[in-house]
């Protein structure tokens, strides 16, 4: 049937076989102005469908039917050019851009459906004082995450969480005849929720990229989308005069993505080995001529060291007591400094031969 067929379709859009992300191939950034699209599609379509449609048989779900169908047919797939590693992996963490978009103008639109005769605009004054200060939070949190955003704090994401709550537990009032899926806007409305539209898709899109998942397992793209949602969502719900700042969330992400700090890994400690070098000094004394060279083995509490020197003099008379055929009265355990290689010469008889002298050791072994 067509519609297995296709649940298949989308479904396999998720496997991706490849294991990096080719960053520096043109065609993994196609999705990306195809999530922004979808997403400023789905605004116009909104606008579209309130302004076409005569004001008495306006319906709220026939305008979200338009808008989500609108969206979905263009993030069905990602659009593929060649063979570019690691584009099912990024188009799985921005698909979901557009139904977040969709879903606040839902929520949006649920804020304006109870309301009551008395309601004026004064109405819930202190609310509306409460929404832009969990507004201004969440642009700060937004901020913070846009200053690193390849940290694995997830502060940011609980400080736009705790907003939100506090948001629809005090949303701001309801106004009769409004929201974005029943009532005709004016000129400036449409441009504005466009614009909204846009901006939000960027922003999200630019925080995918910054921070993508290491792989496109379930959980990693979660953790992607949420971050990079919370860290977008103030630019759907701030004031008009606040939008500038989403160009300002960009830039900043793009100077914190590129910067040497945050593209190299943390220096690796040293201190405990540093720790082990000054025990075996104080104990005994500098190692002079190791550089390299010469041997250590046994624990920091009863270790042994020889120099160059010493070792090239047990070996030497190991040679000479294997050629002489005593090599039985003594046992030889040299081993590297560096554990590449370590060996033991024991057991060989005083009659054995010289051509014998590998099947007269009991242990050789390599690390």
């Known amino acids: ?61 026939r305008t979200l039917a338009l808008t989500t169908t609108a969206g979905l047919l263009v993030i069905r797939r990602p659009i593929r050019i060649g063979q570019t590693r690691g584009v099912n992996t990024i188009f799985s963490a921005l698909r979901p851009c557009c139904v977040i978009y969709v879903a606040c103008l839902v929520l949006e639109q649920l804020i304006h459906t ?22 201004t939070v969440m642009t700060l949190a937004a901020f913070l995450r846009a200053k690193s955003p390849r940290a694995e704090s997830d502060l940011p994401f609980l400080i736009s969480t705790v907003a939100l709550m506090v948001i629809a537990m005090l949303p701001p009032p309801a106004l009769a005849l409004s929201g974005p899926l029943c009532s005709p806007p004016t000129l400036s409305q449409a441009g504005e929720r466009i614009l909204r539209a ?29 971050r990079s949602a919370s860290s977008s969502a103030w630019v759907l719900g701030a004031v008009t005069y ?30 405990r080995a540093d720790d082990v070098e000054s025990q075996v000094g104080d104990k005994f004394g500098p190692l002079h001529g190791m550089n390299g060279h010469g041997s250590c083995s046994g624990s920091v509490d009863a270790i042994r060291c020889s120099t160059p020197v010493e070792e090239d003099h047990e070996v030497a008379q190991a040679v000479a007591m294997i050629k002489s055929g005593n090599a039985g009265m003594r046992a030889v355990n040299a081993q590297s400094v560096v554990g590449a290689l370590s060996f033991n010469l024991s057991g060989v008889g005083p009659g054995s031969l010289p051509g014998s002298i590998a099947s007269g050791m009991s242990e050789f072994r390599e690390h």
């Not at 846009?198 to 953790?223: C, E, G, Q, R």
């Not at 939008?243 to 201190?271: E, G, H, N, R």
């Open 1 to 61: 049937m067509r519609l297995e067929r296709l649940a298949r379709d989308l479904a396999s859009n998720g496997i991706d076989e490849d294991k990096s992300i080719d960053f520096g191939a043109a065609g993994l950034y196609l999705p990306a102005a195809q999530t922004i699209f979808a997403t400023t599609l789905s605004a116009c379509v909104s606008v579209l469908a309130c302004w076409l449609i005569p004001v008495g048989t306006i319906s709220a779900v």
């Open 198 to 226: 846009f901006l939000f898709a960027s922003v999200y899109v630019v925080l995918v990229y910054s921070a993508a998942p290491i792989s496109n397992n379930l959980a990693d793209t979660l953790v992607c989308i949420a």
């Open 242 to 271: 606040s939008l500038p700042l989403a160009l300002v969330q960009i830039c900043l992400l793009l100077y914190c993505s590129f910067s040497p700090a945050s593209m190299q890994y943390d220096a690796v400690s040293l201190s």
């Open 114 to 135: 109870c309301i009551s005769e008395e309601s004026t605009y004064e109405h819930g004054f202190w609310r509306r004082i409460i929404y832009h200060a969990c507004m």
